[in-house]
C-alpha cells in the first residue's frame, strides 16, 4: 500500500530503506569482485566508488549496475555501523524549499492540459441533502460555459458548472438556482450537540478503553476530589491550497494530476467508480499545498467527485475540479468535535489515587476499511496511554453518530487528549499547591524513562526552575504520540490587559534523529498549527449548516502570531519515531495552563477566541 500519514514516513522506512542501500551495495560488490577476480571481502564502497585497493581497481556504480541486476538478490546483507554514519543524524536542507520559493514547483492549480475545462462546484448546504432539480438556463448562456451537470457520490451531491477557465465557472456557477431535497438532512446546531455531549460525559457506561483497579471505590473513599470538563469544537484542515484535481476519463482508462496522500485508496476508489481494474487508474504525483490529513481521505471524497463530474459530463478532454476556499471550508471532514469529562480523587495527604476520563465524540474510522468491531483508538489515544502512575484509573468513551463527515486531522485523537489531560494534570497541581514539573515529575513511573527525559530537557532548557519576573507566566504540557514524546514551555509576558507569547520550548524525543533539521521544522511547523487551532480554531454549525466560509470567520495563524521556537532533540540510539504530528498537540495545553497559572483561571474550552482573553 501506498500513502503517507501517521507521522510514519521516516518510522516506517527507515529499516526498509537501510535494507535496499546495503542490498544495492552488496549486489554491486559482489559485481566487482566477479569482473575483477577478486575476494569480495576485500572490496569496499565510498562515497559512490566502488574500490579495490590492493589492485587499484575502482569503478562507479554506473559501470557496474548491468551487471549488478543480473546477480540474484542475497536474502540476508550486513547493515551499516550507526558509528560510520556519514549523513544520518546530520542536518540536511530541504529539497524542495527553492522551487516552492521561486514558483516553479507544480501545484495542481499550475496544471494546463490540451482542451482542459475547469469544473465549479455547488455542494448541497446540509449535509444528507440530494439535488432534486436545477435551473441552469442562465449559467449556459454565459460565453465559455461547456456544460452543467448534476453529480452523486457516496459522500455528496452537487451541481458542477464545465467552462474553458476557472473564473467564468465560478461566475457561472453563481447564476445556477438548485432545489435541494432535504427531507433526509442533517439539521443541528452545535449548540444543541454540545448539550448532548456533556449530558453523555456524564454518564458511565461507555466502551472501556482502560481500566487500571477500582476507580468507583476510590473515588467513594477519596478525601478530595476535582472534577472538570473540556469542550472542543469541530476543526477544518484549512490548507493553503483549497483541495482539486484534474482528471481525464477515457473509455477504458483514466489519468489524475493532484497532490496526492492516500494513492492505493484513491487509485482504487476511482477504479471502482468507473468499473475499471486499477491498474488502469494512473497517478501523476505533484506538489500539495497542505493536507495535514485531508488529503488522505478514506472515501477519497474529492477525487472521486471530480471523476464523478467528469463521467457526468460525458467529456474526454480533461477536467480540473476547483474548490474555491467556500467550498472547501463546508464540504466537510473535520477533526471531530469532544467532549472529556474527567474527574480526580485525592487522598487527605493531596496524593492522586483515582483518576475517571470519559469521552464523547464520533469515530473517525467507523465506515471505513481501517474501522473494526470494539473501540476506536483514534478517539482515545493520549488517554488511554497516560503514563502517569494512577492506582486507579478509566477511559470510557462514549461513541456518537452525526451525519457531518470528519477524519483524522494533524494529531488525531492527541488533538484533544492533551488537552484535557496535561490540563486537568495541572488543575490537580493548583488545587493541591504543587509545582506542575515536580507533580508531573513524580507521577511518572520508572518504566516511562523517555518521558522523564524529555519533561527534564524541557524544564532545564527554559529554566524552569528560575525565579520569574512578576509579568512573566509560563505554561508546560508534555505528551506522547505517534511514539515520540513531545514536551513544552509557553513562556507568556503581561502586556497591559494583553498577553504576548514570546517564546515555545519544545524538547522531543523522536529516537534516532535522522534529519535534525527537518525534525526541528516539523516540531515548528506543528507548533504553528496547533496555536492556531488553539487561538481561533472553530467550526460551528446552526440548523444544519457550517457557518465558516473563508479566513476571515475561520482564522489561521498570521506571521505577527508565531512566537520564537526552540527546538532540542533528546540523542537517541532507537529506531525513528513521528515527527510530522507530534509537536501540534502540545502547545495548546501548554499556552492553556500558562493563561490559568496567571490568573488562577481554567481554561477548559477552545478556541480561546472569544473567552476575553486578550493577545499582543
Known amino acids: 500500500m501506498q500513502g503517507t500519514g501517521g507521522s510514519s514516513s521516516i518510522s516506517n522506512s527507515y529499516d526498509q530503506l537501510r535494507k535496499a542501500g546495503a542490498t544495492a551495495r552488496a549486489l554491486l560488490v559482489t559485481a566487482a569482485a566477479q569482473r575483477w577476480k577478486v575476494p569480495a571481502a576485500d572490496v569496499t564502497v565510498t562515497s559512490g566508488i566502488v574500490e579495490h585497493k590492493p589492485s587499484g581497481k ?155 483497579g477500582d476507580v468507583a471505590q476510590a473515588l467513594g473513599s477519596a478525601a478530595r476530589t476535582i472534577e472538570a470538563t473540556y469542550e472542543f469544537p469541530f476543526l477544518a484542515h484549512a490548507s493553503m491550497e483549497p483541495l482539486n484535481c484534474v482528471v481525464r476519463v477515457g473509455a477504458q482508462d483514466c489519468e489524475v ?93 493531596g496524593k492522586l489515587v483515582a483518576w475517571q476520563h470519559r469521552i464523547v465524540g464520533q469515530s473517525i474510522l467507523a465506515g471505513t476499511a481501517f474501522g473494526g468491531p470494539g473501540i476506536d483508538n483514534s478517539s482515545v489515544e493520549g488517554a488511554s496511554t497516560l503514563p502517569y502512575e494512577i492506582p486507579n484509573l478509566s477511559v470510557e468513551l462514549h461513541t456518537t453518530k452525526l451525519a457531518v463527515p470528519i477524519q483524522w486531522w494533524r494529531s488525531v485523537g492527541s488533538t484533544h487528549t492533551a488537552f484535557s489531560t496535561e490540563c486537568f494534570v495541572d488543575e490537580i497541581a493548583r488545587a493541591t499547591k504543587q509545582d506542575p514539573y515536580a507533580l508531573r515529575l513524580a507521577l511518572l513511573s520508572d518504566k516511562h524513562t523517555r518521558h522523564k527525559a524529555v519533561l527534564e530537557l524541557v524544564a532545564n532548557k527554559s529554566g524552569w526552575a528560575r525565579p520569574r519576573g512578576k509579568d512573566e507566566v509560563w505554561g508546560l504540557a508534555l505528551h506522547e504520540s505517534f511514539n515520540s514524546v513531545v514536551g513544552q514551555v509557553a513562556q507568556l509576558r503581561r502586556v497591559g490587559n494583553g498577553f504576548k507569547l514570546e517564546k515555545v520550548i519544545c524538547a522531543v524525543d523522536c529516537g534516532l534523529a535522522v534529519n535534525p533539521n527537518i525534525v526541528a521544522m516539523q516540531m515548528e511547523s506543528g507548533i504553528g498549527y496547533g496555536l492556531a487551532a488553539a487561538l481561533s480554531g ?34 537517541s540510539t532507537n529506531k525513528p519515531t513521528g515527527v510530522g504530528e507530534p509537536g501540534t498537540p502540545v502547545i495548546a495545553p501548554a499556552l492553556a495552563n500558562a493563561l490559568a497559572a496567571a490568573n488562577g483561571k481554567s481554561i477548559r474550552t477552545l478556541p480561546l477566541e472569544g473567552q476575553g482573553i486578550t493577545f499582543v
Not at 470567520?553 to 521556537?565: E, K
Open 538 to 571: 472553530a467550526i460551528t454549525l446552526k440548523d444544519g449548516r457550517i457557518e465558516q466560509g473563508n479566513f476571515d470567520d475561520y482564522s489561521v495563524l498570521r506571521m505577527n502570531q508565531m512566537p520564537a521556537i526552540d527546538v532540542h532533540i533528546l540523542p
Open 257 to 349: 494530476w493532484n497532490g496526492e496522500q492516500f494513492q492505493t485508496v484513491d487509485q482504487a476508489s476511482i477504479a471502482k467508480l468507473l468499473g475499471l481494474p486499477p491498474a488502469s487508474v494512473k497517478l501523476n504525483q505533484l506538489y500539495a499545498g497542505g493536507s495535514f490529513g485531508r488529503r488522505a481521505n478514506p472515501h477519497s471524497d474529492y477525487l472521486v467527485e471530480a471523476v464523478a463530474i467528469a463521467k457526468a459530463a460525458g467529456v474526454s478532454e480533461p477536467v480540473k475540479m476547483v474548490w474555491t476556499r467556500e467550498v472547501d471550508m463546508r464540504a466537510g471532514f473535520y477533526r471531530p468535535m469532544y467532549v472529556h469529562t474527567l474527574t480526580a480523587g485525592l487522598d487527605k495527604d
Open 58 to 212: 575502482r569503478a562507479r556504480f554506473g559501470e557496474l549496475v548491468a551487471d549488478a541486476a543480473k546477480l540474484p538478490v542475497p536474502a540476508d546483507v550486513k547493515l551499516k555501523d550507526p558509528a560510520s554514519f556519514k549523513l544520518i543524524g546530520k542536518d540536511a536542507a530541504r529539497v524542495d524549499s527553492r522551487d516552492k520559493s521561486n514558483g516553479t514547483a507544480t501545484f495542481t492549480q499550475d496544471v494546463r492540459l490540451p482542451g482542459m475545462l475547469t469544473a465549479a462546484v455547488i455542494h448541497a448546504p446540509l449535509y444528507g441533502a440530494k439535488v432534486k432539480s436545477f435551473d441552469a438556463a442562465k449559467a449556459k448562456a454565459i460565453k465559455g460555459v461547456k456544460s452543467v451537470v448534476a453529480f452523486e457520490t457516496p459522500v455528496r451531491s452537487g451541481v458542477a458548472v464545465l467552462a474553458t477557465d476557472f473564473w467564468t465557472a465560478k461566475k457561472a456557477a453563481e447564476l445556477v438556482t438548485v432545489e435541494w431535497d432535504d427531507s433526509a438532512a442533517f439539521k443541528r446546531s452545535s449548540a444543541d450537540l454540545f448539550a448532548e455531549y456533556r449530558a453523555l460525559a456524564k454518564q458511565p457506561g461507555g466502551a472501556s478503553a482502560k481500566k487500571v
